[in-house]
T-cell receptor, first 114, second 111 residues
Framework: DAGVTQSPTHLIKTRGQQVTLRCSPK?????VSWYQQALGQGPQFIFQ???????QRGNFPDRFSGHQFPNYSSELNVNALLLGDSALYLC?????????????FGPGTRLTVT | KNEVEQSPQNLTAQEGEFITINCSYS?????LHWLQQHPGGGIVSLFM???GKKKHGRLIATINIQEKHSSLHITASHPRDSAVYIC?????????????FGQGTRLTINP
């Protein structure tokens, strides 16, 4: 049983470009949350998707958008990249309403904006 | 002030020492998580607590809901325990499944 998977592992982009990150949840999970972790900091909540809709959103600008597909996988899109968007992007999956909402994390995508 | 504060930020110890990492939070919570993050980024969930104490191998986690405080203990520490340990809480007010993270404690165990 595969856990949470993310792709790509690493990515280098230039300021102003757009990027798409992908996440496949753990088997049986229906909810995907995205987090941004800057170097030396704890992760910050970006948003959460359930039933193909954004259910909760953290304090991130509209340049950050997402999508969830019928198979529960999810994408995170960032437009007009800034240097400050360089970070590790983590995806976590869970079962909505499941026991104590335990979240399982993927390995992350490290984005470098130059 | 962050909603979740961890101490210390960095901790270096010798193999075999007893380790304590502390987490204080300022909001009502439904659960508290202790997570481990190795270089390279992947996060592993160690414990999820809503009350009392949990033990897994050499790791022990406790929580005091009234004092809004949790501790993670490592007994007989080993160099392979070297990692960043992160405390995260699920706030009651905001509901759903959002986690609010502390800044992490970087633990280094020297042989």
């Amino acid at each position: 049983d595969a856990g949470v998977t993310q792709s790509p592992t690493h990515l280098i982009k230039t300021r102003g470009q757009q990027v798409t990150l992908r996440c496949s949840p753990k088997s049986g999970h229906d909810t995907v949350s995205w987090y941004q972790q800057a170097l030396g900091q704890g992760p910050q909540f970006i948003f959460q998707y359930y039933e193909e809709e954004e259910r909760q959103r953290g304090n991130f600008p509209d340049r950050f958008s997402g999508h969830q597909f019928p198979n529960y996988s999810s994408e995170l899109n960032v437009n007009a990249l800034l240097l400050g968007d360089s970070a590790l992007y983590l995806c976590a999956s869970s079962l909505f309403g499941g026991p104590a909402y335990e979240q399982y994390f993927g390995p992350g995508t490290r984005l470098t904006v130059t | 002030k962050n909603e979740v504060e961890q101490s210390p930020q960095n901790l270096t110890a010798q193999e075999g020492e007893f380790i304590t990492i502390n987490c204080s939070y300022s909001v009502g919570i439904s659960a508290l998580h202790w997570l481990q993050q190795h270089p390279g980024g992947g996060i592993v969930s160690l414990f999820m607590l809503s009350s009392g104490k949990k033990k897994h191998g050499r790791l022990i986690a406790t929580i005091n809901i009234q004092e809004k405080h949790s501790s993670l203990h490592i007994t007989a520490s080993h160099p392979r325990d070297s990692a960043v340990y992160i405390c995260a809480v699920r706030p009651l007010i905001q509901g759903a499944q959002k986690l609010v993270f502390g800044q992490g404690t970087r633990l280094t165990i020297n042989p």
